[in-house]
């Protein structure tokens, strides 16, 4: 702390001694909500009235320096997120030097290693997740192809830091670099250890100190097609309760197999995950200091309907694989239309793993069979095609239809719900009615005979380009079989942008329910009152 | 708490001395290649004609709709103005595979490179996709817009057309 200070003093004179100065530049987040109570949708009034969730950014940047912060205002924190998000503050500040190919970070930073398996350090602000690490960072790259990175840290948990003490490194090498091979197949080999210190005090269980957790991974390249694949491997990091006595070690690997060419593209992808929670406190729980990233092997949807039911990963113990096909028939011909048609595929399917996780058995040599994908508790389902046309200069179109299966006790840990089955359909409808005006509908539907039964989903939205814009949305669940719960959810909003700096105002009820990004979820609470964002960059 | 607002106001004091830029550059930030390498985006470069940086992802309507919209007028800007626009995905591991097969089987012929832990998403302060920045021959950011909504092309195509005059 008392270094970045001693450091950012040091900056003005910097300054002064060379004539080129530095530059700076920064962004803004502001999101103010009012909470009023309504029981039909069992929304709280918030004590404040008005909660509010803003960010500030800070860069200063000169030649090869660059230094930042960001202040945090939580007062108080949105009801969707962490309560523990209390108050202000500058969690994250850092200084950084740049030279010669080696990268040296003090303070704050970010840090993801291979597909982050092991390790990704991150932050997703609309889901309240920042574990950004404190401490120093290191990445070298002494020739051509050869990548190296370590870092030793504390791993940031709302405005505190973890016990535990994080040290990694990680190295990539790019095979026809070093070689200085000229052929048209090229590989990437690269491979990573992280570990944690934490104080044992149980009496009762020999715990590690140290946990440490290996990957390795390789990317061939040929063409028009690319293959990837990391394997990760934990040793035991039992908790030291008689509860979760979990003597079990943890593995997981990721594998995709990707080919494309001009109008068309394939992807394959396959994972498999047992015991993989890796964090910076051994007793931490719920999305508190993870330290690795296993992201849902299943599409991440942008319309409402077909995102109603997410899938998360379940890091205990999951086997799934999914396939996409993207297609675009060519423009000019009878079936492509004038301009062409896409059309996307997706299927994926996630179950329980044959013999159940490691870390349920008493047996610390179980190990669970390698790949099951038939006759295994399923846990999400998806299969979906997307459809989108341009008709003229006016109109273009676009269909969805999906068919989910969600194991809702599994994902939620719930139970008595089961599997929900869903039937989606959507049509979405762009009207280019004059220059800069634009007009759009969305009709969604969701049919399914489970949890809250039947949705509809209208939406319109008028665009005056490039200033304007104003939706109105309504869900409806009408085939709720609890008649007092077929409710409306009703929104509308209002958008300003003007360059940099964009205005939206909101006011209506969202419905309780499960919110993702990147297939990290959060559960947010119905709530009924007045949105207001402001974000802005310089 | 004091010593936060210390290191806050030290910074500002330190930007504002030294605040005299009128344009922004690239910063040294690395990128990857869709072959898997790491790029510095500062070194992108297109003999000192306009250039346009655009954020999107697989899963973002919006960001799909505005480059598949330019993509359709695209080779009439280059023509025009010589720009040439690049594509920076924030598909993190979740999507990022799936990048190339959408961009090929969508015939985008734009520059595209990946961020997929958004270390160039925060240098440039950008919190949402899509966001587009134009860049001058000099590699200097002169404009920036949040957000896309349909038209939006024809309002930066003519910041393109005054750059390139």
């Known amino acids: 702390m008392k270094k970045i200070i001693a450091i950012l003093f040091v900056l003005p004179f910097f300054g002064l001694a060379q004539n080129s100065s530095g530059e700076i530049h920064g962004d803004f987040n502001l999101n103010l909500q009012t909470y009023n109570e309504d029981k039909s949708i069992g929304a709280l009034a918030a004590d404040e009235v008005l909660l509010n969730n803003a960010y500030f950014n800070l860069l200063y940047t000169k030649d090869r320096f660059t230094v930042g912060v960001r202040y945090e205002s939580y007062l108080n924190a949105l009801k969707d997120f962490d309560p523990r998000y209390n108050g202000n503050g500058i969690p994250y500040r850092f200084a950084q030097y740049n030279n010669d190919g080696l990268e040296i970070t003090a303070g704050s930073f970010y840090e993801q290693f291979g597909s982050g398996l092991i390790l990704r350090s991150y932050e997703e602000k609309t889901l309240g997740i920042d574990n950004a690490m404190d401490g120093i960072r290191l990445r070298y790259s002494p020739i051509s192809g050869v990548y190296l990175k370590t870092f030793i840290g504390r791993e940031r948990n709302f405005f505190e830091y973890s016990n535990g003490i994080v040290r990694g490194v990680d190295g990539e090498v790019n095979i026809n670099d070093i070689l200085k091979l000229t052929t048209k197949t090229k590989a990437l080999l690269g491979g990573s250890v992280v570990s944690r210190f934490q104080n044992a005090t149980n009496p009762n269980f020999n715990l590690p100190e140290n946990v440490a957790a290996f990957a390795g991974r390789i990317n061939v390249l040929s063409g028009g097609l690319n293959w990837y694949s990391e394997y990760a491997y934990k040793i035991n990091d039992p908790i030291g309760s008689l509860i979760e006595n979990n003597y079990a070690s943890g593995n997981a690997i990721t594998s995709n197999l990707t080919y494309s060419q001009k109008g068309i593209g394939v992807s394959l992808e396959l994972h498999r995950v047992d015991n993989m929670v890796f964090r910076a406190d051994r007793a931490a729980v719920g999305k508190d200091l993870l330290l690795n990233y296993i992201p849902a092997i299943s599409k991440q949807h942008a319309y409402t309907l077909v995102s109603l039911y997410p899938y998360a990963t379940q890091p205990n113990g999951e086997a799934g694989f999914q396939i996409d096909l993207f297609y675009k028939l060519g423009k000019g011909n009878g079936i492509g239309g004038k301009y062409g048609t896409k059309i996307d595929v997706n299927f994926s399917r996630i179950n329980a793993l044959n013999g159940g996780p490691s870390y349920l058995s008493d047996d610390i040599n179980h190990e669970p069979m390698l790949i099951s994908l038939k006759g295994e508790e399923l846990y999400y389902q998806d299969f979906n095609v997307e459809i989108t046309r341009k008709i003229n200069r006016k109109v273009t179109i676009a269909a969805v239809l999906a068919k989910q299966s969600y194991n809702k006790d599994v994902v939620q840990q719930q139970t008595g719900y089961g599997i929900i089955e869903s039937n989606i359909a959507i049509l979405d409808l762009t009207y280019k009615i004059k220059k800069g005006h634009a007009f759009r509908v969305e009709l969604q539907e969701l049919k399914t005979e489970q949890d809250d039964g039947d949705w509809s989903m209208g939406l319109a939205e008028y665009t005056i380009s490039p200033h304007w814009f104003f939706t109105i949305q309504d869900m409806y669940n009408w085939g709720n079989k609890n008649v007092e719960k077929q409710l409306h959810y009703i929104n509308l909003t209002a958008g300003f942008i003007k360059g940099a700096n964009r205005f939206e105002i909101g006011y209506g009820k969202k419905r309780e329910g499960i919110f993702c990004v990147g297939g990290v979820c959060k559960t947010v609470p119905s709530s009924n009152g007045i949105t207001l964002s402001i974000s802005s960059s310089f | ?165």
């Open chain 2, 1 to 165: 708490m004091r010593n936060q607002i210390l290191i806050f106001l030290a910074v500002l004091l330190t930007a504002t001395s030294s605040f005299s830029q009128e344009n922004r550059s690239l910063p040294n930030v690395k990128v990857k290649t869709l072959t898997g390498d790491a790029f510095n985006i500062s070194e992108i470069d297109n003999d000192s004609k306009p250039m346009v940086i655009s954020f999107w992802a697989t899963w973002c309507k919006p960001c799909k709709k505005e480059l598949n919209n330019i993509s359709e007028i695209y080779s009439d800007w280059q023509e025009e103005t010589g720009v040439k626009l690049i594509a920076v995905s924030i598909d993190d591991t979740r999507s990022m595979s799936k990048v190339a097969p959408y961009i090929n089987s969508s015939d985008w012929e734009y520059e595209v490179y990946l961020d997929p832990n958004k270390d160039l998403c925060r240098s440039l302060g950008v919190s949402t996709v899509p966001h587009t920045f134009l860049l001058n021959g000099k590699k200097e950011i002169v404009w920036q817009h949040r957000g896309y909504v349909e038209g939006d092309e024809e309002e930066l195509y003519n910041k393109i057309i005054e750059l390139a005059k």
